[in-house]
C-alpha cells in the first residue's frame, strides 16, 4: 500500500478523510486559495475532473493561507469561493500549511516524493501533483500550468 494511502485530511465541512478512499484512482493534488491570481484555474480543474471523473480520476484542494494571504478566509468564504463561484464539485479540504513545520502531511509527502525547483517547498498556489493509481508520485506542476496542459500526463495514469 502506497504512504499516501496511509494519509487522512480534514474535510472542507471538518469531516476526517482517509486517501485510501482514492486507491484505485489517478489524483491531483492541488493547493489552492481564493485572492489569488491563478484562483481562476478553478475553471479548469473542474473541466478536467468533469472530463474524467468517471475514468477514476479525482482532484483534491486544499486551500491554503502561505503565500501573500491569499486565503486569508474561512470555511464559508473559502466555500463561497470555489463551490459558488466557481462550481467546484471535486473534493475540498480544510485550510492548510504546505510548507515549514506546520506543513500538513499530505504535503510533506509529496513535496518529499516530488521536489521541485525550491527543493522540497511549494512555491506558490496551485501547485499540482500528480499520483499514479497506485497512490505514487508521477509529476509536480508549476502554479502557471494551466490545468488543460495537464491532459496528456493523465492519459497514461488512467490508462486512456
Known amino acids: 500500500m502506497s504512504d499516501f ?3 487522512n485530511a ?3 465541512s471538518g469531516k476526517n478523510v ?3 478512499n482514492f486507491a484505485g484512482k489517478g489524483v491531483l493534488v492541488v493547493n ?3 485572492k489569488c491570481g491563478f484562483t481562476p ?9 468533469k472530463k474524467y471523473k468517471d475514468r477514476n480520476f479525482v482532484i483534491l484542494g486544499f486551500p491554503c493561507n502561505q503565500f501573500g494571504n491569499q486565503e486569508p478566509g474561512g470555511v464559508e468564504e473559502i466555500a463561497e469561493t470555489c463551490l459558488i463561484k466557481y462550481g467546484v464539485s471535486f473534493p ?9 513545520a506546520n506543513a500538513h502531511p499530505v504535503f510533506k509527502f509529496l513535496t518529499a516524493a516530488l521536489p521541485g525547483s525550491f527543493g522540497s517547498r511549494v512555491k ?3 501547485t499540482k501533483f500528480l499520483l499514479g493509481r497506485d497512490g505514487k508520485p508521477v509529476r509536480r506542476f508549476a ?18
Open 5 to 7: 494511502y496511509q494519509l
Open 10 to 12: 480534514l474535510s472542507l
Open 18 to 20: 482517509s486517501m485510501s
Open 32 to 34: 489552492t486559495a481564493s
Open 41 to 49: 484555474q478553478y475553471i479548469e480543474l473542474e473541466a478536467l475532473y
Open 92 to 100: 475540498m479540504f480544510a485550510k492548510v500549511d504546505v510548507n515549514g
Open 124 to 126: 506558490w498556489n496551485f
Open 143 to 160: 502554479p502557471i500550468t494551466k490545468p488543460s496542459k495537464i491532459d496528456p500526463f493523465l492519459r497514461p495514469v488512467l490508462g486512456t
